[in-house]
């Protein structure tokens, strides 16, 4: 009996595997970013908004591939992770002389933009990976960056993505079995990166990025994707934060992390336990969610 094969909600037939293993063999000598956009194309396989769901079909090949059902054409030399690296440390910013110091009051209000040019989402990518923590690292899927600038400066960065595919004390506080969350997690957002920078210190600036940013994501999640966000969820590194500001914005918290990690199709212990927040959008955001 062949091995049921699904992805991301597609469940894959015999037939279909069949056609993926024979566009891989014709198509071969095109590279592997070729027989992808071809697969999708072939089965079909877009998201809500019109676009080939191009790197979750990879991710689907590699998968192909473990399992000896195909052979994918050897990957480009240079990794994407060596390329950003590389492209981020051209990057030239200097870091204003001004510093926002002070009540929120006392300056006007931060202004989002969304990030949109190839431009604008390397300085992203570089303040996030000079001024997080975390670093940056990279997305997939679906995502949404916003630039925060005060007075034309810029202060902050924040970014969302599709939420974490399970998470034990999230789905039990909205009331998930599995069949419902598999349904209903793409109308859930993860908030992924928030940082301020070190020259900005306004007292309850954090908290009012937050409150701002909820609806202006689930209008443009909408506008991009074509689907709504119900939920807007966080995990907060317990040894680190508090989640001062994320309380302050009347985020719920609604359990830990277990200290797992996916990696591909594994998971993996670092043992790092993080809070989970979460922000309804709508008064009945729960009461959607368990719709099946």
């Known amino acids: 009996m062949m091995t049921s094969y699904s992805k991301c909600g597609k469940v894959f037939s015999q037939q279909e595997i069949e056609e993926i293993t024979t566009i891989v063999k014709e198509h ?28 979750i079909c990879r991710e689907f090949l590699l998968k192909l591939q473990k399992d000896n059902l195909i052979i994918l054409p050897p990957p480009k030399a240079c990794s994407f992770t060596r390329f950003r690296k590389k492209k981020l440390d051209k990057v030239v910013f200097d870091e204003p002389d001004r510093v926002f ?6 300056f006007s209000r931060p202004v989002f933009k969304r990030v949109g040019s190839s431009s604008e989402n390397t300085l992203w990518e570089y ?74 210190r306004v007292k309850y600036l954090a908290s009012h990025i937050l ?15 074509n689907v709504a966000i119900y939920l807007v969820e966080t995990f907060i590194e317990q040894e680190r934060f508090q989640g001062t500001c ?31 927040y979460v922000y309804p959008t709508m008064s009945n955001s729960l009461e959607l969610l368990q719709c099946l």
């Open 127 to 200: 303040l996030v990976w000079k001024y997080h923590y975390l670093g940056y690292k990279g997305v997939m899927g679906r995502f949404l960056k916003y630039l925060i600038y005060m007075e034309d400066i810029p202060v902050g960065c924040i970014g969302f993505t599709g939420a974490a595919l399970r998470v034990s004390d999230r789905d039990s506080w909205i009331g998930w079995d599995d069949e419902v969350r598999r349904k209903n997690l793409k109308h859930v957002a993860n908030n992924f990166r928030f940082v301020l920078f070190p020259w900005v």
């Open 28 to 55: 071969y000598q095109e590279g592997r970013c070729e027989i992808s956009r071809k697969v999708c194309k072939a089965l079909s396989w877009y998201s809500e908004n019109g676009k080939m769901k191009d790197w």
């Open 101 to 106: 110091e002070g009540n929120l009051g006392d």
């Open 246 to 276: 994320y309380k302050a914005s009347n985020w719920k918290h609604v359990g830990q992390s277990r200290g797992y990690a996916k990696t591909k199709k594994a998971y993996r212990c670092h043992g790092i336990i993080k809070d989970v």
């Open 211 to 225: 409150s701002k940013a909820i609806p202006l994501l689930a209008e443009d999640w909408q506008r991009q994707y």
